[in-house]
């Protein structure tokens, strides 16, 4: 099939090299995802430890704080002497690395005691801390429990950012009392994102739920405090309470996968991205690399085969070359006896099943053989040509068949030709042939000339293809008895006779009497 077809090959090929690259892309497709979800897990992980180390710290904070009201709160604590009062209220873990100060305010705003110094009068602090939003938000809402402030710089210096944690102090009665307050310092929150690892492009954020800016790396200052309210990052983030998402930042607008969690019971969003530029970077070097080889190795493929496909093409056309010069006279081009005897019996089964009349003309060089010898076998051969193309000329139609029969002989099968038209065409040979007005001496006509006898199958005149055969040599036998150089029709004694040895002569000499046809048939009367 695939000989048959060299085209197929190329198909196939082709096919092949789809389902390699179809696989291929899969494969990378499935890489991808598979990249896309240990970023994911990264990031979620990343996201958990930093939430459990903040919210630790804040825990932290939060207990020393509570401790300070605790010990506001105790009898005597206030009259105790300075030193041991400040033991009593401020324990050691206020004076951690990254954590300020802590300091007491009374309700109205001033500072009584601060963490960082044992003796008054001279107060610490400013004298009056009422307009802070540490100080106002509990002065407001009584059960509103620790308050993280927004950033804040004591001294203006941006290396000295802060946020405050605060906790109301009430009276026995209810009453508003004064506000704990603690600072912790940014840097705590800057050392802690600069210590992971999310590649060249990632980013890590700290905001108040209210969308305030505490932190984020990369680092600049001039984002601690905006507030990224409206933004499409914050809305997303407050819809739930953690979560993850293809998302661009409005600052920066770098694309990037986030993850998100708020943290604890803190009025806290974290948020770690990693670009999906970081993300897919080890993909696509290694799908460039297995991209470059699929196609080559597609490429090869194909070229391969369209090589195969034209080597058989080749094959295919030598194949065909020596079918037909298997079935083709090496000297007159004309069909050999071989392919004529396969085409007399295709198309002898053929008039059987049609009932149409199928004729046979076997043409003979008269005087060959002298010819030869007075001339040279180089003469002969190209009389034998001449006559083979005086022969093609007058065979034109499509199915019939002229071959070189043997030696000076000749034959021509013409499908669908009665007698008088088989007649026409043998009389225009012979005509054509002498018309060539090739010398020859040892002929009567003093020209090379040919005689030709003819016969036709019609209906069921003939048992088989070898009777139609016979007849026409019988036939020819007789124009060459009858003084050569004319064309003779095979006649049988009556209908229905195989070979009869009754013959009408009718040759060249008389064309009224080959001026019969017979149209009812559907075959061509006059060729």
């Not at 938000?137 to 950033?151: M, T």
């Not at 065909?320 to 090496?330: I, N, Q, S, V």
């Not at 209908?495 to 075959?523: C, I, K, L, N, Y």
């Amino acid at each position: 099939m695939v000989t048959r077809r060299p085209n197929a090959v190329i198909a196939i090929s082709i096919v092949l090299a789809g389902a390699i690259l179809a696989i291929a892309v899969w494969l990378l497709a499935q890489m991808r995802e598979d990249a896309l979800r240990r970023s994911q897990d990264a990031v979620f992980n990343v996201s958990l430890l930093v939430e459990r180390d903040v919210s630790r710290n804040l825990e932290i904070y939060d207990l020393s704080l509570r401790a300070v009201i605790d010990g506001l709160n105790q009898p005597g604590v206030l009259d105790l002497p300075p030193q041991i009062r400040q033991m009593v209220l401020f324990d050691g873990s206020i004076s951690a690395k990254d954590m300020g100060s802590v300091f007491v305010l009374d309700e109205h705003g001033n500072v009584r005691f601060d963490s960082r110094t044992s003796t008054l009068p001279a107060p610490p602090r400013p004298a009056d801390l009422a307009d802070r939003d540490y100080f106002t938000v509990h002065r407001d809402a009584p059960n509103l429990g620790l308050y993280i402030s927004h950033p804040f710089s004591p001294s203006g210096s941006d290396e000295d950012l802060r946020i405050a944690l605060s906790r109301r102090i009430s009276r026995p009665d209810g009453g508003f009392g004064g506000v704990v307050v603690g600072t912790l310092r940014l840097t705590y929150f800057h050392r802690l994102f600069d210590g992971m690892k999310l590649g060249p492009s990632g980013s890590m954020a700290l905001m108040l739920s209210d969308g305030t800016m505490l932190m984020r790396r990369p680092y600049d200052p001039k984002t601690i405090g905006i507030n990224l309210t409206g933004t499409a990052n914050y809305s997303r983030f407050i819809q739930r309470p953690s979560g993850g998402f293809f998302g661009t930042a409005a600052i920066d607008r770098v694309e990037r996968w986030y993850a998100f969690r708020h943290i604890d019971v803190y009025p806290l969003i974290l948020d770690v991205a990693l670009s999906t530029h970081d993300i897919y970077v080890e993909w696509r070097r290694r799908a460039w690399i297995i991209g470059t080889l699929i196609a080559a190795l597609d490429v090869t493929i194909i070229a391969l085969a369209i090589l195969f496909s034209q080597q058989l093409q080749r094959r295919r056309a030598a194949e065909e070359e020596l079918r037909e010069l298997a079935r083709t006279d090496g000297l007159t081009g004309l069909n050999n006896r071989r392919a004529f005897e396969e085409h007399v019996s295709d198309e002898w089964r053929r008039a059987q099943r049609s009932g149409w009349p199928l004729s046979l003309l076997l043409i003979d060089v008269d005087n060959f053989k002298g010819f030869n010898d007075l001339y040279g076998h180089s003469a002969g051969d190209e009389a034998l040509i001449g006559v083979a193309r005086c022969i093609a000329q007058n065979v034109r139609r499509p199915g019939d068949t002229a071959a070189r029969y043997g030696g000076e002989e000749f034959a021509v099968l013409l499908p669908n030709t009665d007698a008088a038209g088989a007649q026409q065409i043998g009389e225009q040979i012979r005509a054509a042939v002498q018309a060539l007005q090739c010398r020859h001496v040892a002929s009567a006509h003093h020209v090379l000339t040919v005689s030709v006898g003819t016969a036709t199958a019609r209906s069921k005149r003939f048992k088989t293809s070898r009777a139609l055969v016979d007849a026409a040599d019988e036939a020819l036998y007789l124009a060459k008895g009858a003084g050569r150089n004319r064309v003779i029709a095979y006649r049988a004694a009556g209908d229905g006779a195989d070979g009869a040895h009754a013959v009408d002569a009718v040759d060249s000499a008389s064309p009224a009497d080959r001026a019969e046809a017979t149209p009812d048939t559907g075959g061509r009367g006059a060729h």
